[in-house]
């Protein structure tokens, strides 16, 4: 079986769903309407796909289970990070099925890539088998220009040519479906060990290590309390972090502050009680989250989301839109 599924949304919790198999949550931290569009073929080895988002964006992301997902950006904005490292054109993004993986995309962001069955993997020549293994623990590899730019190229062309007519009735088959993930992920990992410029044993410093950390425990206290009465002290307690320190990795890691991080985190939560339809009030859920009134709520919702609370609880009934081929 193969089909082409395409996911258009407007809404990121809507978004983090769209990719066939992953566990994903989304964050929007910058103000403006979210647009996001996912594109897969997705076949019983596995997936090649196409992810584009528009808007400032703290991604957690797992893989489907038994997979190993490659990806190069198309097009990302200079601040945008993976796994607590910059994230560029000339970076390869490298996914295991076992860990969590943080990105945040500081604008716009365009994905592509290909997640493949282990058992796809384990079909490869034992060189690139052990390649893939060592890349998989940098997870952010950086390749020479001309590396990155040829797996873009290659990538495109695959994708564009499973749309031609035939092709899917032919992908049907199992053979012809992993002939093609087999090719496409060996040019992939023949373009990347051959890059002249990748990043030997590439880790992240342990000072900056130390700094991803303090930001992980200030979102974990923040998303814990979102409705309690806290302010930035507390979240400094709470990470171990002076005020002064905690705002140097918040801009370093998130490209926002720890104020705007938590304002960010209680509207989206916001939205997503809206989107429940419950009999809650939306002056109930302002309150609730610690907003001081209704209209200062409003507010800071109108400017993060490009639309009232009240349009958000008409439009969310309409759903995300979804089309298979």
């Not at 890349?135 to 190229?153: F, K, T, W, Y």
């Not at 060996?186 to 130390?210: E, G």
Request: hydrophobic share 40%.
């Amino acid at each position: 079986m193969a089909q082409i599924v395409e996911h258009l949304s407007r809404d990121v919790d809507d978004q983090a769903q769209a990719l066939d198999g992953w566990q994903q949550r989304y964050e929007q931290l910058s103000a403006g309407r979210f647009e996001g569009h996912a594109w897969q073929l997705v076949m019983n080895e596995g997936t090649l796909l196409r992810e584009h988002t528009n808007r400032h964006l703290r991604e957690q992301i797992t893989p489907p289970p038994g997979h190993l997902v490659l990806a190069v950006p198309l097009a990302v904005m200079p601040g945008s990070t993976f796994g607590g490292r910059p994230l560029d054109r000339e970076s390869l993004l490298i996914f295991g099925a076992d860990d969590e993986y943080d990105l945040v995309s500081a604008g716009e962001l365009d994905l592509i890539g290909l997640s493949v069955h282990r058992d796809v993997v384990a079909g490869l020549a034992p060189s690139k088998v052990e390649w893939l293994e060592r890349a998989q623990q940098e997870r952010n590899l950086g390749l020479c220009p001309d590396s990155a730019s040829a797996i873009r190229q290659m990538l495109l062309a695959v994708t564009s040519q499973t749309e031609e007519d035939g092709a899917l009735d032919r992908l049907a088959h199992t053979p012809h479906a992993q002939e093609l993930l087999t090719a496409t992920l060996t040019q992939t990992v023949i373009l990347a060990m051959h890059s002249q410029d990748r990043h030997q044993a590439q880790t992240i410093p342990r000072r900056a290590d130390t700094r991803l950390k303090v930001v992980k425990r200030a979102i974990d206290f923040m998303r814990n309390h979102l409705q309690d009465d806290i302010g930035i002290p507390e979240v400094c307690a709470a990470a171990f972090a002076s005020r002064r320190s905690l705002q140097y990795c918040f801009e370093e890691f998130l490209q926002t502050t720890p104020q705007a991080y938590l304002r960010a985190l209680r509207l989206n939560e916001a939205r997503r009680a809206l989107k429940l339809h419950s009999d809650r009030p939306i002056t109930t859920i302002a309150s609730d989250l610690g907003f001081s009134s209704a209209s200062h709520f409003t507010r800071h919702y109108k400017l993060m989301f490009d639309e009232l609370p009240s349009e958000t609880l008409r439009a969310c009934s309409l759903g995300p839109s979804t089309t298979l081929f």
